[in-house]
């Protein structure tokens, strides 16, 4: 599973692009995937506002994940 | 209107003179005069626009001069609005400039909005941003929204045509810990450049119709690897439903204590002795910083809180004015006594005033 990482979350992870563990197991809604980054990357934790699209859609947070999905998180960002 | 003038675009056949016409008219509110709002000025001014207003009441600093290119070295400490305003009127003396000395506020935003056709905000803080936002939604403005981290950018069209907002992507304000701005982040000369001029062609497509308007679309750009991607978005019950501005826009963790402005600093530093902690990096304390000023880098506060005299006021300052908000919050749990000041604006404010 394939995340591709915009703003503070690729400067979080130190890439442009993540490959999700399948192991335990893959993260089956945006909810879960979300649970699994905080995880795995602590200073997730403290973003309150998030983005994920799902194939280029705008996913909520029940939305379902497939392992053959393009996922991106996409955080605020403010400067001007 | 003279038309010679725009006979390169009004030649264009989806364009025409009609669409020209429809730029003559239109009113546009440019809020922020920085990195997005001086590319996004300058090419609405030359395409013929006939009303730009400029929402910002910040001057020139040094550090602005490699992605602010409008202002010159000689301008350093001088008002951003009146030096661009000056410029705007020798490229096109058609257009109507309204300046707007101020910075955009819950008692302000509305009345100067109003007159408006469309707004783009090229603001550079997450409490203008939700302003902007909610001040359009009650007046019903279309508005073209642009911000910058580091080499990528954001564009998108929020409030157009009964079209998704701000609000419907990012329902929440984020709080300044959480995500730094240009100033602490840094930001690459040019990406301002192509992200300021992309709002202004998707203002140029709400006013004349021509093409498609990002709306419902989120266009990332990265240019570290020329990626252009757009996310599809709905609108999401409610977020138009807005009919009052909130209370304040201020970030929710900001303590209700007491700040001072950087200028102010730097006067009571002249007639008294006052305890400055200054929670920068070592890389920018190395750069400038106040003689008077006791460095603990903010992550190191936790450890250092021992140092700090909690007898004498305790006066905060970091680059931008954001991080010393988080070292006032950690002090203050760890001394709910404590008397705690901001210095609002940072060393960056300071700068111009004391260190120029």
């Given at each position: 599973?394939k995340v591709?990482?915009?703003?503070?979350a690729?400067?979080i992870i130190?890439?442009?692009?993540?490959?999700?563990?399948?192991q335990?197991k893959?993260?089956?809604?945006?909810?879960?995937?979300?649970?699994v980054?905080?995880?795995?990357?602590?200073?997730f934790g403290?973003?309150s506002?998030?983005?994920?699209?799902?194939?280029?859609?705008?996913?909520?947070?029940?939305?379902?994940?497939?392992?053959?999905?393009?996922?991106a998180i996409i955080?605020?960002?403010?400067?001007? | 209107?003279?038309?010679e003038?725009y006979?390169?675009?009004?030649?264009l056949?989806?364009?025409g003179l009609?669409?020209?016409k429809?730029?003559s008219e239109a009113k546009?509110?440019?809020?922020?005069?920085?990195g997005?709002?001086?590319p996004?000025?300058?090419?609405l001014?030359?395409?013929?626009v006939g009303?730009l207003?400029?929402?910002d009441?910040?001057v020139?600093?040094?550090?602005?001069?490699?992605r602010?290119?409008?202002?010159?070295?000689?301008?350093?400490?001088e008002s951003k609005?009146?030096?661009?305003?000056?410029?705007?009127?020798?490229?096109?003396?058609?257009?109507n400039?309204?300046?707007?000395?101020?910075?955009?506020?819950?008692?302000?935003?509305?009345?100067?909005?109003?007159?408006y056709?469309?707004?783009?905000?090229?603001s550079d803080?997450?409490?203008?941003?939700?302003?902007?936002?909610?001040a359009?939604?009650?007046?019903?403005?279309?508005?073209?929204?642009?911000a910058?981290?580091?080499?990528?950018?954001q564009?998108?069209?929020?409030?157009?045509?009964?079209?998704?907002?701000?609000?419907?992507?990012?329902?929440?304000?984020?709080?300044?810990?959480?995500?730094?701005n240009?100033?602490e982040?840094g930001v690459?000369?040019?990406?301002?450049?192509?992200?300021?001029?992309?709002q202004?062609?998707?203002?140029?497509?709400?006013i004349?119709?021509?093409?498609?308007?990002l709306?419902?679309?989120?266009?990332?750009?990265d240019g570290l690897?020329?990626?252009?991607?757009?996310i599809?978005?709905?609108k999401?019950?409610?977020?138009d439903?807005?009919i009052h501005l909130k209370d304040?826009?201020e970030f929710?963790?900001?303590?209700?204590?007491?700040?001072?402005?950087?200028?102010?600093l730097?006067?009571?530093?002249?007639?008294?002795?006052?305890?400055?902690?200054?929670?920068?990096?070592?890389?920018?304390?190395?750069?400038?910083?106040?003689?008077?000023?006791?460095?603990?880098?903010?992550?190191?506060?936790?450890?250092?809180l021992?140092?700090?005299?909690y007898?004498?006021d305790?006066?905060?300052?970091?680059?931008s004015?954001i991080?010393?908000?988080?070292?006032?919050?950690?002090?203050?749990?760890?001394?709910?006594?404590a008397?705690?000041?901001?210095?609002?604006g940072?060393?960056?404010?300071?700068?111009?005033?004391?260190?120029r």
């Amino acid at each position: 599973m394939k995340v591709l990482l915009f703003g503070i979350a690729k400067d979080i992870i130190g890439a442009s692009e993540f490959e999700v563990p399948a192991q335990p197991k893959h993260p089956s809604t945006v909810k879960e995937l979300k649970d699994v980054l905080v995880v795995l990357f602590p200073e997730f934790g403290t973003l309150s506002s998030l983005a994920i699209a799902i194939n280029s859609e705008y996913a909520e947070e029940n939305a379902l994940l497939h392992s053959t999905d393009e996922i991106a998180i996409i955080p605020p960002v403010s400067g001007g | 209107m003279n038309l010679e003038r725009y006979t390169r675009q009004t030649q264009l056949k989806e364009f025409g003179l009609e669409a020209q016409k429809k730029l003559s008219e239109a009113k546009v509110l440019v809020i922020g005069a920085g990195g997005l709002g001086v590319p996004a000025l300058t090419y609405l001014n030359a395409m013929g626009v006939g009303t730009l207003g400029i929402v910002d009441s910040d001057v020139v600093s040094l550090s602005n001069l490699h992605r602010q290119v409008s202002y010159y070295e000689n301008e350093v400490g001088e008002s951003k609005v009146s030096s661009l305003i000056k410029k705007l009127q020798a490229q096109n003396s058609a257009t109507n400039l309204i300046p707007h000395h101020t910075f955009l506020s819950t008692e302000n935003a509305l009345a100067i909005i109003a007159a408006y056709d469309v707004v783009l905000d090229a603001s550079d803080n997450f409490p203008t941003r939700y302003l902007v936002n909610d001040a359009c939604v009650i007046l019903k403005k279309p508005f073209v929204y642009g911000a910058l981290h580091s080499f990528e950018g954001q564009v998108s069209v929020f409030n157009f045509e009964d079209g998704p907002t701000y609000r419907c992507i990012f329902p929440t304000m984020p709080n300044p810990a959480e995500i730094p701005n240009c100033n602490e982040n840094g930001v690459l000369g040019v990406v301002p450049g192509i992200i300021g001029n992309l709002q202004a062609l998707e203002v140029v497509k709400v006013i004349t119709g021509i093409g498609e308007a990002l709306s419902g679309k989120f266009l990332l750009f990265d240019g570290l690897s020329q990626n252009y991607r757009k996310i599809n978005f709905k609108k999401v019950a409610g977020n138009d439903a807005i009919i009052h501005l909130k209370d304040s826009y201020e970030f929710s963790c900001e303590i209700g204590g007491s700040a001072i402005t950087s200028q102010e600093l730097t006067e009571l530093l002249k007639k008294e002795d006052l305890q400055v902690i200054d929670v920068r990096t070592d890389a920018e304390y190395q750069q400038f910083h106040l003689e008077e000023a006791i460095h603990i880098p903010l992550s190191a506060l936790e450890r250092k809180l021992e140092a700090i005299n909690y007898s004498k006021d305790i006066y905060v300052i970091c680059q931008s004015g954001i991080r010393s908000q988080k070292a006032i919050q950690l002090i203050g749990a760890f001394k709910p006594n404590a008397t705690l000041i901001n210095v609002d604006g940072g060393m960056n404010k300071l700068n111009r005033y004391a260190l120029r």
